[in-house]
């Protein structure tokens, strides 16, 4: 009934291309994002915000740069761990080099900082595609942690080889460290993912997204038709690795407070960030935040689900989880190749329609 | 000879031990990626999944025992009986068998024709649930595996060695074992490939999938075949690894290294994983052995990886496999 676009009339080619076809769409846009910014800060508890709020939010900016380079340019990456492992070391190595650097500039400088590493790693993907490119990938994952746990000049030859953030503060308010209200991280993260998607959403319409999926669907045809098959393949490393960077410094400067390499950005966080993709949508804006979503709720659905309320073991509860989610790559994959992303679509079709289907 | 060097050659023959492993595990991979161009990232976890399932037949372990007892309140553990090595091998591998034809029924057959990126993403969702399905199956806890193989430091280097150079090299008996039986095992794939009918078949498959259904083959059969070959294989990598170390999850991190293994060997090519394998088994504990005082230990995580990456810049079809002709 409200999901209609008759009588949305299209003059211009702008408006013809915006984000949101549907004035529906757009509307619901604006609410959600006054809802995000306005009101959901005033009913922010701890254990909401720390453990499904602000992962949710990092995880959708990882998963909208793993995106960018596997769903938009289609190389295959098993290293973001590591790089979100080098967005945090980062961001501690420049909080304690430069402490008087503001927070938010360190956390973007983070980002640059991965993006040189990516495309330092992105080079081989010049020569080699496919599963090549991932064992590549894996190279970086496993040396850039092994670098990050046994070299002290990463973690300041701290004794426990952990890196602790200390506490810095955003238009007087603490955003790191201990006392950080939930509020406060919660409009820090969020900030970052509007700007990270408006940015995305941006760049993967544009002439250079255009030329990343180009690149994906059939690299000669694309160099054939002018697109440059190293800017395309090495801004696609940067980009991708800027954003996975951003999430790697948010995870450990405002959600964790302290970290270890080798057991908060090991090779499983590489696999769940590949899977948040997967699950939400190959190449699709939604797809990120959907996957991201879905991946960070389940755990905590399953835990209160059996753990809590039936009274299993945890073990248990995470061999299940590990279990099903093997499961349900393998079913996406064969069932919607496009993930949530396109179950959304189609939803989308059918309420177009409803409930007069002529 | 001068001490350092003795010390080198002996990290060097336990690396050369260790590259066994990762031969058996990458030959697993060869054969499925020969048979159906599918890059089966499962693998390391199947090798868990088999010594897990062989302990379980041994010990008489309830399969689901943990689920069960949550779900319903009970306590059982145990059938109360054991089950000898000889009878538990047969049935693991009927297990692997049935694994293999599921697998095929369930997830191949659905993904045919789907691009190789996609095929290698399922197998890494199949190697997840896997690994679920066998810690819930048959508990998370590290076992120890015993079928019999002999342990501990073999008597017999340590004499030769000793008399030769007057230092004895410790060197583990089960790792001799592992290389006679890898021996054994690529001598009878080479000759059941060779000389069987079904052998020949798979041959014909690797070649040409077209042509082969078209002469009369069953790819299905095929499919199932190799995923039974591989299962083999893997329980052989578990059993190996199991006995030496226990079997536990980081059994199936060895997987991992296989893929720069390959690399190295080729992705096409059974004598290639294993000199792969034993390549980087002796070059990562030589590259640790000299470069430890460098730049600090366990550059055993980075090293199979950054030398698969530098070959991959220079010869990207490995050492022996075949060229592949194709512009980036």
């Known amino acids: 009934m409200l999901y209609r676009e008759a009588g949305d009339f299209k003059t211009s080619y702008a408006s013809d291309n915006q984000t949101f076809p549907i004035r529906f769409d757009r509307y619901a846009y604006w609410v959600v994002l006054l809802l995000a910014v306005c009101v959901v800060p005033f009913f922010l508890n701890d254990y909401w915000t720390k453990s499904i709020i602000v992962p949710f939010l990092i995880y959708v900016i990882a998963a909208l740069g793993l995106n960018i380079l596997i769903g938009y340019c289609g190389q ?190 090991g090779i499983n966080k590489s696999f769940l960030v590949l899977f948040m993709v997967i699950i939400g949508g190959l190449g699709s804006i939604m797809g990120s935040f959907l996957g991201a979503a879905f991946l960070v709720v389940l755990p905590v659905i399953l835990k209160v689900l059996l753990v809590d309320s039936l009274g299993w073991p945890s073990d248990l509860a995470r061999h299940l989880e590990v279990m099903i989610i093997g499961a349900l790559i393998v079913l996406v994959l064969i069932l919607e190749p496009h993930g949530m992303a396109a179950l959304w679509r189609t939803i989308k079709d059918k309420l177009r329609l409803w409930p007069f289907p002529h | 000879m001068s001490d350092t060097v003795l010390y080198a050659l002996e990290a060097a023959l336990n690396g050369l031990t260790v590259g066994i492993m990762y031969s058996l595990v990458a030959l697993g991979f060869v054969l499925i990626f020969k048979a159906s161009g599918i890059f089966n990232f499962a693998q390391g976890v199947m090798a868990l999944f088999a010594a897990l399932t062989l302990v379980g037949f041994q010990t008489g372990q309830v399969p689901f025992s943990h689920l069960i007892n949550a779900a319903f309140g009970t306590s059982i553990h145990n059938f109360g009986w054991t089950m000898p090595t000889l009878l538990a091998i047969p049935a693991t591998i009927a297990v692997m068998v049935g694994f293999a034809w599921l697998v095929e029924r369930i997830v191949l057959k659905h993904l045919v024709n789907q691009a190789p990126i996609i095929l290698f993403m399922a197998t890494i969702g199949l190697a997840y649930f896997l690994e679920g399905l066998g810690d819930i199956m048959w508990g998370a806890e590290v076992k120890p595996l015993n079928v019999g193989l002999p342990q501990g430091m073999s008597r017999w280097v340590d004499e030769t060695t000793f008399n030769l150079f007057g230092y004895g090299f410790f060197v583990d008996v089960l790792s001799l074992w592992a290389l006679a039986i890898a021996a054994v095992l690529v001598t009878a794939l080479v000759i059941f490939s060779q000389y069987t009918k079904q052998g020949r078949a798979l041959r014909a498959v690797a070649d040409d999938h077209q042509a082969a259904l078209s002469v009369g083959i069953s790819l299905r059969f095929i499919w199932v075949l190799t995923w039974s070959i591989a299962g083999l294989v893997a329980l052989v990598a578990g059993i190996m690894w199991g006995s030496k170390s226990g079997v536990q999850f980081s059994l199936s991190l060895i997987a991992l290294k296989a893929l720069p293994v390959l690399i190295l060997g080729g992705f096409t090519s059974i004598p290639g994983a294993i000199v792969g394998g034993l390549l980087i088994g002796v070059g990562e504990k030589l590259f640790d052995f000299f470069m430890q005082p460098v730049i600090g230990g366990a550059t055993e995580n980075w090293f199979a990886y950054m030398l698969a990456l530098a070959f991959l810049l220079f010869r990207p079809q490995g050492l022996f496999g075949e060229k592949i002709i194709e512009r980036v």
């Not at chain 1, 190279?139 to 990463?154: H, N, P, V, Y």
């Open chain 1, 76 to 265: 295959l990456s098993l290293g973001t761990g590591a790089f979100m492992a080098v967005g945090a070391y980062a961001t501690f190595k420049l909080t304690m080099m430069a402490p008087g650097l503001n927070v938010f500039v360190v956390f973007i400088l983070a980002g640059l900082v991965t993006s040189a590493v990516g495309v330092l790693f992105g080079l081989p993907s010049l020569k080699i595609k496919g599963f090549y490119l991932a064992v590549a990938t894996l190279a970086a994952q496993f040396f850039l942690i092994w670098l990050f746990t046994r070299q002290g000049w990463f973690f300041n030859y701290s004794p426990t080889g952990m890196i602790t953030m200390p506490v810095r503060t955003m238009l007087g308010f603490a955003v790191t460290g201990p006392s950080a209200s939930a509020a406060a991280i919660y409009l820090t993260c969020l900030f970052f993912v509007i700007v990270m998607a408006w940015l995305a959403r941006n760049l993967t319409r544009g002439t250079t997204g255009r030329s990343w999926m180009a690149i994906r669907d059939m690299d000669i045809a694309a160099e054939i038709i002018g697109v440059n098959p190293l800017i395309a393949k090495l801004t696609a490393f940067a980009v991708s690795s800027f954003f996975v960077g951003v999430a790697g410094a948010l995870l450990f400067g405002v959600q964790l407070g302290a970290a270890e390499a080798g057991e908060a950005f």
